[in-house]
């Protein structure tokens, strides 16, 4: 079939990126750091469908509801796909009644049609979330409370300690507020959604939403923004609520206050408290939370300037002309300034979710949810604002199995190369080659180098006369006694390639252990090599880190500009 | 929020399904299994959107292009959900011109709108593919090789060994034949796509296809089926072609048969032709492939009957009355006769893809794609034909944290116990507690024994005082000498447990090594306990393996009957 040139842009969907080199190498990082967290904590692991019936998610996500996306209806069932991991792990545990106890965290991706925003980690499709959540019937707030405790761990390990900020209230005392204030029991959720939005616009565009669009009587929206819901504290703050008379006397204050007060008592065992912010501005948009809520936040979570500002400031609009919000609802808002971030991670209580589905049986439930791209935006914007590249290995191959000769009668040995490497394969080393019939020495240790591959492999036809091959480790300095390499027993090489493999990752290790190990932002320095974009010399993140992957690494990247490698012998 | 009870079926769409428990496991297993090997042979992972513009994905894959899955038109772009892998690939290849050679591999979902038969592991979700793909330009054959070697490598490590084929054959060939037997060229592809069938149904039914449907002269029909296209071979049928003369003047089939020699002549490098059938009546349906072709089938994968046999024999009908081809076409046909479970991996080379998105610029690519949940249901069906049932943990938690006490006095120790649990996931050690405020012993042990953790952590007012607690290893036979645990440092207690979990695993390891790996169709003895439902003791699936969590998940399996756990003493 002859190529024909497409005629429309090759592109991914709007609001989606692929994701590879070091990106991929990062997320995963952030992934692998995280489940470490869930797994310390019991959690084990479902998957659920991408889609579920229309019907499930409808009615549980409030003003975002008009943000799910459709399936097409081709005839069959009508689906949706997967908004949040909350609403089908719900819908589980209501099919499953034998499951009355689980702790299960889901990596998986969700998809909402909302406006994109890519550079700052807002997708339409959300490339991932991990979502831990606690389900069972157990004594008031201590599931809650290991719920902080996790979110403390995984910002902690991903290096973000004293960087981020747990916003923390419940639906009760909210609620108890808005009932003390005169809100109409009708309009406690709408009221909520538009108290919700606090972070995000100043007190008069949300006094706006609440009097103009959702008809509150004005003395009711006046007397929530002079009274409470600005307020933010930790004990202090529940103290001045519960020496309130007329908030004390509220049935749904008492018990949010007395859960509060529980869970601040438990967090303080976990040694967990410090990084809580009782905010009783939080309230969460999606309608299924309960009880506690939170919210985690950090610099760049909140908009550089509100939309109020950048209207009466004109001068500060972008050079492209786009106003905060452009007319094409498609469009990429990275450089809007009324967008910030986001929060990174967000959750709370929903007791009453899996009864929805199954009717009688309950089965309440708290969780949390990360929002990878947010947090990966701000890693990469971390290590930019640091000067640091990354260049992460392509893989991890151990050995890279090569053939020396040349002249008319050099064969190439591809028969040599492809049974040393299903030896190598068989004994578990992970082995490439060039997939030439006759290579040249110099391209073979390129491609070597080019991917970091710790060591080479060579095959000559009179080594193999003698029964031997040579084994080079890449990257010895130039006066090392084993910069040539060593002649092995073809017979044993398995065994001979494992045991400096192993060696090699031992000695690795001890220099790590000897150098301490330096996490910048939870990106160790074995995992990535970082090079200062204003020096010409690539160091690895870890300096002191000898990692397996480091020496030849850094060399191949002073090395690419050249023709010739420099491990290379003339053949 | 009050809840209320749904007024539709709680069910997941059809022909998709949730993933838990020990089908988590086993699942996760051929995983882990499969990416070991792609790693091995320098794989790299990317991940790219599960929807693409509608575009994209037109017109690559034939017949089949009417099982695509589009997202309904709510505004902006046109997308369909991913049909596979490789259209997504080569579309990233065609945007990152910088990238000319790459391995890569990507575990992901794919969509289809097939007739489901969810227990013979055909989903609409296909719940996940294994994709791996070499891209770039190097000498024939070699990389395709590779994916052979591959495909061995993957079967092998998941116990299937001698249990499976690789049908293999080349488009150049398939279409050389049909030129010699008079097929005109518009008339390749469709005639390729009859052909394609014979696995599923007689030749008379392709025949009839090709005649009636499709307007192909009776007599070139005749020719196809009564030549070439029904034989199988290796090396010998090759030979048999190579010897037509007829054949051999044809120029598709001189670059086939060059090409397939130079292909078994690698594979036999490789160690790797043992497996491989070549078969003149693979085609394989999509239209992408340009050059060798390949399949792995094993058994189950064909119909039990053919669609003609079932219509001739109305006895064998299933007793619910439904035909081979039910009239719902979101109808679960598992128990359909006529539907196998179908190839388990299949790939080929396709050259001109990525030029089909970027015009000018070619990258040549070979892959595979391996089918997970139809490995999964073969997988479940041997281990229920060996009568195995798996029971697995439900977490990998260390070590359980209990309170010891009771009367008026007890205080539940919830405060030592969060302290405890905080100063053990510091140090990386999974833990849990129970979540209640005053526990009883008895539940606890219940809890931890539920799991399977190893060990027990009690803590206990008069212990405390005096700087204790005591450790407790479950499972240990009743006149062991540490059966009652041991006393050690609550200030070293962090070290205290590690050192146990250290010396655990290596006797473990020991034990392991001492008895040997044993492997049932790729699941190990340490990973998933199983049972024989002939017996009413349940034995780990290796006996003689004392995995770390063997000795206590079997005695909680003994005990499950009973109210109270065996090893908790009274509180």
Redesign the interface.
Known sequence: ??????K?D?????G?????GAD?VIR?KIFSTITDVF???????????????K??LAGKYGEDSKLI?????????L?S?RYDLTVPFA??L???KDITS??RYHIA?V?R?DQPAVSKGRMR?F?SCLFFD?A?V??PM??D??II?IIN?VFDSLGWKGTYTIKLNTRKILDGIFQVCGVPEPMLRPVSSAVDKLDKMPWEDVRKEMVDEKGLDPAIADKIGESWVVLKGQRDLLEKLQADEELSANESMKQGMADLDQLFT?LE????MHTVSFDLSLARGV??Y?GVIYEVVTEGSAPAVSASQAAAEPAAKSSKKKGPKSAD??ADRSDDPTLGIGSVAAGGRYD?LV??????T?VPCVGISFGIDRIFSITKARMAAQKATVKPR????DIFVMAFGGGKDFTGL??ER??V??RL?NA?????FL???KPKLPAQFKAAEQ?GVPFALILGEDELAQGKVRIKEMGLASDHPLKEGELISFENLEDEVQQRLTLKKQLDSITREAAGLRVVHGIKGEDVQVSTSDSTTPVPMNAATSSSTSAPAAEVAERTAEEKPAEAPSS
Chains 1, 2 share one sequence.
């Open positions: 079939m002859a190529p024909k040139a497409a429309f090759i592109k991914t969907p709007k989606t990126k692929d994701w590879d991929m995963e797994k310390r904590h019991g959690g084990t692991t479902i998957d659920t469908p991408v889609f579920e019936l019907e499930i996306y459709d399936l097409a209806d081709q005839g069959g069932e689906c796909l819908r589980y209501a099919m499953n689980i702790k991706k998809y049609r499709e490339v606690i069972g157990y004594d201590i599931p409370a290991e405790c761990e438990i065992y976990f040694d967990a309608f299924y309960t609802p498609d009453n009864g929805m589905f199954s009717g009688k309950q392509k893989n991890d191959v591809l028969k492809s049974q490497c299903t394969w578990g080393i992970k082995a490439e997939y030439k019939v991917n």
